[in-house]
C-alpha cells in the first residue's frame, strides 16, 4: 500500500489562528468595498429623484424668490380670460375689474385703445363632407363699440392669441398649441410664420420698432432665435436648452417677450428667467424667479419694471415686480385664469 510522505515541521501548513485572521480581514475588506460604493451610488439616486421630482412636481408661484407684497402702482390696464368665455379689465393693482366681453385669448392693441380676441364668428367652412365652424379674431374699441372681425379660423383647432404687433399690424396667432400664424390686420389673411432659419413656433415677439423679432424655431432644437426673420445672418442663437418648462416631449419655452424699453427678454420655461436682447444690456440679465412654477404666460408692463405671469398650476395671475422680487397676486385660483395681456400705454 502506498504512502503519502509525511510533512516535516512548518511545511505547507496554516496555523490555525492567522488563518481566521486572514478571513476576518478579507470578509472586512469586502464589506467595506461594497459600504464605499454604495453611499456614493445611493447619494447619485437619491440627488437623481430629488431632481426628476423637482422638475415634475409643481410649486406655488408665491414660494419662489422674492416674499409676497401688497400690489404695486403700475402704468397700464390688465386684461385676461377666463374659462367661462369672458374677457375681463382690471388695474395692475387689481382693482377695478369688470367684464368686457365674452370671448377668450384677449390683447390689447399698441395703443391701448381696443383690445382683439377670440370670439364665436357665426360661418362656417367646409371642410371635405364636413362643415367647420369658424371663429373670428375680433377687436373692438375698450367702450364695446366699432367691432371688427379681422381672420376666420377653424374652431376645431386650439387657437390663441400671442400678441399684438408694435405697428398694430400683425396678430399672432398659436394653433393646436404649436404653429404660429400672421393675421394681417388690413388684408383679413392668415399666414404661417416662417422664418430664414425654418418655420417658428409656440412664440413670437417684436421688438418695440418691429425690425427685429424672437422666436422658437422648430427646426433647431426648440431654441430661441433673435433677429431679421428673413435674414439668416442676422439671426442671433439666445438659449442652448437650458431651464426649459418641465414637461413635454420634448421640454421647449411656452413664453418669451421683449420688454418695451427693448433691452431685456423675458422667458417662461422651468423658472421665470432673463436674457438681454443682443447689443443691449438688461438690468435683469441672470436673474432666476419662482422654479418650477409652472409659468405660463408672461407679459411686461409698460414701463418695464414688472412682468404679469400667469400660472398654469394654480390658475393665478401673479406680478413680480423685477427691482425687489416682490410679488403680488392679483386674480386667485377660483378665477381660472386662461389667458392676459398687459397694455403698452
Known amino acids: 500500500m502506498a504512502k503519502f510522505p509525511e510533512k516535516k515541521p512548518g511545511q505547507n501548513t496554516i496555523e490555525p489562528g492567522k488563518g481566521r485572521t486572514k478571513l476576518i480581514f478579507f470578509v472586512f475588506g469586502v464589506l467595506l468595498f461594497f459600504v464605499a460604493i454604495s453611499v456614493p451610488l445611493t447619494f447619485i439616486v437619491i440627488n437623481t429623484r430629488q431632481q426628476i421630482a423637482a422638475q415634475y412636481t409643481p410649486v406655488a408661484l408665491d414660494s419662489g424668490e422674492g416674499s409676497e407684497a401688497l400690489p404695486g402702482k403700475y402704468p397700464g390696464k390688465i386684461v385676461y380670460s377666463n374659462a367661462k368665455a369672458e374677457i375681463i379689465l382690471l388695474n395692475p393693482d387689481g382693482t377695478g375689474k369688470q367684464k368686457f366681453a365674452d370671448g377668450r385669448s384677449p390683447l390689447f392693441s399698441p395703443d391701448g385703445q381696443r383690445i382683439a380676441y ?67 390686420v388690413a388684408t383679413h389673411t392668415l399666414t404661417p410664420v416662417k422664418t430664414a432659419v425654418g418655420d417658428a413656433m409656440l412664440l413670437y415677439d417684436w421688438t418695440p420698432d418691429q425690425r427685429q423679432g424672437l422666436w422658437e424655431a422648430n427646426s433647431h432644437d426648440f431654441n430661441l432665435y433673435f433677429g431679421e426673420p428673413d435674414k439668416a445672418a442676422s439671426v442671433v442663437k439666445l438659449t442652448n436648452s437650458q431651464d426649459r418648462y418641465a414637461q413635454g416631449t420634448p421640454p421647449l419655452y411656452f413664453s418669451a417677450r421683449i420688454s418695451p424699453d427693448g433691452k ?80 403698452r400705454q
Open 264 to 343: 431685456s427678454v423675458a422667458v417662461a420655461g422651468a423658472s421665470v428667467f432673463f436674457l438681454s436682447v443682443p447689443g443691449q444690456k438688461s438690468p435683469f440679465e441672470g436673474h432666476v424667479f419662482n422654479r418650477n412654477s409652472r409659468p405660463y404666460r408672461l407679459v411686461w408692463s409698460p414701463d418695464s419694471r414688472a412682468i404679469a405671469v400667469g400660472n398654469s398650476t394654480n390658475t393665478s395671475i401673479t406680478i413680480i415686480d423685477l427691482p425687489t422680487g416682490n410679488l403680488s397676486r392679483i386674480v386667485r385660483d377660483a378665477e381660472q385664469f386662461v389667458s392676459l395681456d398687459w397694455s
Open 118 to 184: 377670440l370670439a364665436a364668428g357665426g360661418q362656417t367652412a367646409q371642410r371635405g363632407s364636413t362643415a367647420v365652424a369658424q371663429v373670428a379674431i375680433r377687436s373692438q374699441k375698450l367702450d364695446g363699440t366699432d367691432s371688427q372681425d379681422y381672420c376666420m379660423a377653424d374652431g376645431s383647432s386650439q387657437l390663441e392669441l400671442l400678441n399684438w404687433s408694435p405697428k398694430g399690424d400683425y396678430i399672432v396667432m398659436r394653433s393646436n398649441a404649436t404653429a404660429l400664424f400672421l393675421c394681417q
